[in-house]
Every structure is written in structure tokens, then in C-alpha cells.
């Protein structure tokens, strides 16, 4: 069973930083690209940032230079350092992996989301 636990999420006030945290556990072969999503309240999920097994990073325009996503291959985990943050910001993060498991294909998996809001 894999899984995809986040951490790291809370309130801060505009202008602040917060990392989030997403490790993947179980029975994994491989990892291939790892993300980050958000979803605010009445909106639909919206890419963040990706990164690719190789180190490629994508980052959606309204946090470039603001956000930056890290990943650490031999803990399975995928980080995302937020700075300058704005109430615009406030959503549920969530973690997305593509994962090769012991047994099986490679498929896309989610973590269960950790909120981080923003106050003015």
C-alpha cells in the first residue's frame, strides 16, 4: 500500500513562510514526478509546482518566485517552501506523486491535503 503523507501546513499572516512536507511510504519501486496542488474553497484544484525525477521544475505564474519545491530522492519526500505569502494563497495543499509500486503500474497518487491560510 503507498501512501502520501503531508505535513507543515497552518496559519500565518501575509508576508509569511511555511514549508510543507510529503513522504511517500509502502511498497515503492519507483517515484517519477512529484507536485503540488491546491484547492480554494469554490475553486476548482490548481497546479503549484511540479518537479521531475531529473530536477526539472514547473511552477504556476502566480507563485514563481515566491514558491520553491524541493524534493529529497532518498526519503521519498517533496517539499514546498512558501514565501511572501498572500491571502490569495489560503487553499488546501495537497501532495501528487507518480508511482511505481512494488506490484503494478505506475499510476498517480494523493496525499489527503494540508490546509494553510493566510491572514491580512
Known amino acids: 500500500q503507498v501512501q502520501l503523507v503531508e505535513s507543515g501546513g497552518g496559519l500565518v499572516q501575509a508576508g509569511g513562510s511555511l514549508t510543507l512536507s510529503c513522504a511517500a511510504s509502502g511498497s515503492i519501486f519507483s517515484i517519477n514526478d512529484m507536485g503540488w496542488y491546491r484547492q480554494a474553497p469554490g475553486k476548482q484544484r490548481e497546479l503549484v509546482a511540479t518537479?521531475?525525477?531529473?530536477?526539472?521544475?514547473n511552477y504556476a505564474d502566480s507563485v514563481k518566485g515566491r514558491f520553491t519545491i524541493s524534493r529529497d530522492n532518498a526519503k521519498n519526500t517533496v517539499y514546498l517552501q512558501m514565501n511572501s505569502l498572500k491571502p490569495e494563497d489560503t487553499a488546501v495543499y495537497y501532495c501528487n506523486a507518480f508511482i511505481k509500486p512494488a506490484w503494478g503500474r505506475v499510476r498517480d497518487y494523493w496525499g489527503q491535503g494540508t490546509q494553510v491560510t493566510v491572514s491580512s
Open positions: 518537479s521531475t525525477i531529473g530536477g526539472s521544475t
